[in-house]
């Protein structure tokens, strides 16, 4: 059975996002970018929220992004690979490979998915893990937390369920990220 594994970038105070929706306050880093891209290179399937696939779609509809340099062009190569399916009742058409659209998140099509995938299954977008985790479906959060605090914003993780985590691994980069690997209790 695949895991679903919530992936995310947070602020030191839980953060995925300050309160203008903007993420910048993370800086690229080589390091944990190639460590970001090694991640992924697992996931053969990603879910997306329709604000996150929006803005990761950039990596397959610019090619100028992988272009920039050889880590680029590695994480381009990784999440074009991976298939793609995106939770929205808005959009209407897709603009990347592999890339199914689904108007509304059942947990009982997941179970489904995670018991025939062959490779583990990456969820991201705070809303869509929200989900996830008050279906008890998500198996691994792995959280990369930036060294800033941003003082509001959207939550990485949901403000109205309790989930007690145990903490698998850690890690610690040079620019003062640090990498938290947590299984929720009960999985």
Same mark, same amino acid.
């Given at each position: 059975?695949?895991?679903?594994i919530?992936?995310?970038?947070?602020?030191?105070?839980?953060?995925?996002e300050?309160?203008?929706g903007?993420?910048?306050?993370?800086?690229?880093d080589?390091?944990v970018?190639?460590?970001?891209?090694?991640?992924?290179?697992?996931v %053969?399937?990603?879910?997306?929220?329709?604000? &996150?696939?929006?803005?990761? @779609? #950039?990596w397959?509809t610019?090619?100028? $992004?992988?272009?920039?340099?050889?880590l680029m062009?590695?994480?381009?190569?990784?999440w074009?690979?991976?298939?793609?399916?995106?939770?929205s009742?808005?959009?209407?058409a897709?603009?990347?490979?592999?890339?199914?659209?689904?108007?509304?998140?059942?947990?009982a099509?997941?179970?489904?998915l995670?018991?025939?995938a062959?490779?583990?299954?990456a969820?991201?977008?705070?809303?869509l893990?929200?989900?996830?985790?008050?279906? %008890?479906l998500?198996?691994?959060?792995?959280l &990369?937390?930036?060294p800033? @605090? #941003?003082?509001g914003?959207?939550p990485? $993780?949901?403000?109205?369920v309790r989930?007690?985590?145990?903490?698998?691994?850690?890690?610690?980069f040079?620019?003062g990220?640090?990498h938290l690997?947590?299984?929720?209790?009960?999985?």
């Amino acid at each position: 059975m695949a895991k679903l594994i919530y992936v995310t970038n947070v602020s030191l105070d839980g953060y995925i996002e300050d309160e203008n929706g903007d993420f910048a306050w993370f800086p690229p880093d080589d390091e944990v970018f190639t460590f970001t891209t090694d991640l992924l290179r697992s996931v %053969g399937t990603l879910l997306y929220g329709r604000r &996150l696939y929006e803005k990761m @779609a #950039v990596w397959e509809t610019d090619p100028s $992004l992988a272009a920039r340099s050889s880590l680029m062009a590695d994480f381009a190569s990784v999440w074009q690979a991976a298939d793609k399916v995106v939770y929205s009742t808005t959009l209407t058409a897709v603009s990347t490979a592999a890339t199914s659209v689904e108007r509304t998140f059942d947990p009982a099509v997941v179970r489904q998915l995670k018991a025939t995938a062959s490779s583990d299954i990456a969820i991201g977008g705070a809303n869509l893990a929200a989900q996830a985790i008050r279906a %008890g479906l998500v198996d691994e959060c792995q959280l &990369l937390v930036w060294p800033t @605090a #941003v003082g509001g914003g959207k939550p990485g $993780l949901p403000t109205d369920v309790r989930t007690d985590f145990a903490l698998l691994d850690e890690r610690r980069f040079g620019n003062g990220v640090v990498h938290l690997r947590y299984r929720p209790l009960g999985h």
